[in-house]
């Protein structure tokens, strides 16, 4: 009965404790839930911000993508005229090359073919910026990649281009 009454009374101690601290893990709890309740409000402002955001790009992007694709296929046709193959112009303004049936994205072509289509995404970017003004556009280094072929297309682009605005190209 001793050993009894011990075991009892050191579960009773330790109950006691136990209680004791009920308050104290009741206001944590409190406290956790008011955090978590904070952290998920946060959350749901972020979510419903890179929605919008993601929708402002879709926007953006639809707005300017027919006036890019022109611009970009007409200084495509200057530069190397009907070729094999045709460029698309992406969603996300990216570059590929339908060709055989499959589209192919920029870095299949080489470094030099790679600058000359950008170099024309680059005119045609700014067309679409700039619908009623013809800016001056500065280009630094634009033929650093090109072999001298491509260097030749590259400057007769740019004689073209420079009868309707001023070009500045920095070498």
Known sequence: CADELLRKKQQHRQMKAQTEQIPLLTDDLQLWQEKKQE????ADILDD??????????N????YLGPIRRSFGGYMEKLWGQQEGKMLVTQDLQVQLERYGAARELGYFSAGQSDLVMLCMRFALVDALFEAENPVVILDDPFVNLDDD???QALQLL????KDRQIIYLV
């Open 39 to 42: 952290d998920q409000h946060r």
């Open 49 to 58: 911000t890179m929605a919008f955001l993601e929708q402002a790009r879709e």
């Open 159 to 162: 004689r073209v281009l420079a």
């Open 60 to 63: 953006l992007s639809l707005s």
């Open 150 to 152: 491509h260097t030749r």
